[in-house]
């Protein structure tokens, strides 16, 4: 899995070289029992799968790593984890918060 900075990221995502930043990975048992775990939101299947990789690579590599994703759901998943998303707009605060 190749990884880079969020700065490089960023450059690469706005300057259509995106592909150089996605890596393809294999679905290693370890992925397909994560993604079976409980999840703080719920998920669909692809999804699952996606935050799986994402989390058993962090805990692998021992370093952050940013999710690119539009799908609400995964990121809002994704960022209860601590983990940086860029794509899906943050989350609105809760209604009835008093800010």
Known sequence: MKTVGIADLKARLSSHDW????DLVLLQRSILAR????FPTPLG???ALHLATVLV???RMKQALVLATH????ALAARAF???VLGA???P???????
């Open 35 to 38: 993604a079976s775990d409980a």
């Open 57 to 59: 690579f962090r805990d």
């Open 45 to 47: 299947t692809l999804a």
């Open 71 to 74: 799908d609400g759901g995964l």
């Open 82 to 84: 601590g983990i940086e």
């Open 93 to 99: 605060p809760p209604t009835g918060s008093h800010q």
């Open 19 to 22: 592909l150089e930043a996605v």
């Open 89 to 91: 707009a943050p989350a």
